[in-house]
């Protein structure tokens, strides 16, 4: 069974940077798509960054600031790494962590082609 879980949001200044990280036990597929997704309130859900063969993908809103990265796991555990740097007001949102199921690519502009998600983890930037 898979098990994602983010970690590392909080609230932080404008201008101030962030690390967030999603674990996803039981996750056993070396190649699939992973991603952030973000939603603030009373907005749609909104794909932030994604990664699939080591190519990275990212929305406008972020790009330039926010890195994402993902660690091959040392015991069976997939980290994915979510740097946000020179935050901004408008970035405060839940940050969801997502996977593919299976080794397949899953865009960014649809959401519901990841199959395996997290709770959430709330960053909150403050001006």
């Known amino acids: 069974q898979v098990q994602v879980v983010e970690t590392g949001g909080g609230t932080v200044q404008a201008g101030e940077s962030l690390r967030l990280s999603c674990t996803a036990s039981?996750?056993?597929?070396?190649?699939?798509?992973m991603a952030w997704f973000r939603q603030a309130p009373g907005k749609e859900r909104e794909g932030v960054a994604s990664?699939?063969?080591?190519?990275?993908?990212?929305?406008r809103s972020v790009m330039g600031r926010f890195t994402v990265s993902r660690d091959n796991p040392a015991n069976g555990v997939y980290v994915l790494y979510l740097d946000m740097n020179n935050l901004k007001t408008e970035d405060t949102a839940m940050y969801y962590c997502?996977?593919?199921?299976?080794?397949?690519?899953?865009?960014?502009?649809?959401?519901?082609?990841?199959?395996?998600w997290g709770q959430g983890t709330q960053v909150t930037v403050s001006s």
């Open positions: 990664i699939y063969t080591g190519i990275t993908y990212y929305s």
């Open positions: 997502a996977a593919a199921r299976g080794n397949r690519f899953c865009t960014l502009l649809a959401g519901s082609s990841f199959g395996y």
């Open positions: 039981g996750y056993t597929y070396s190649s699939g798509s």
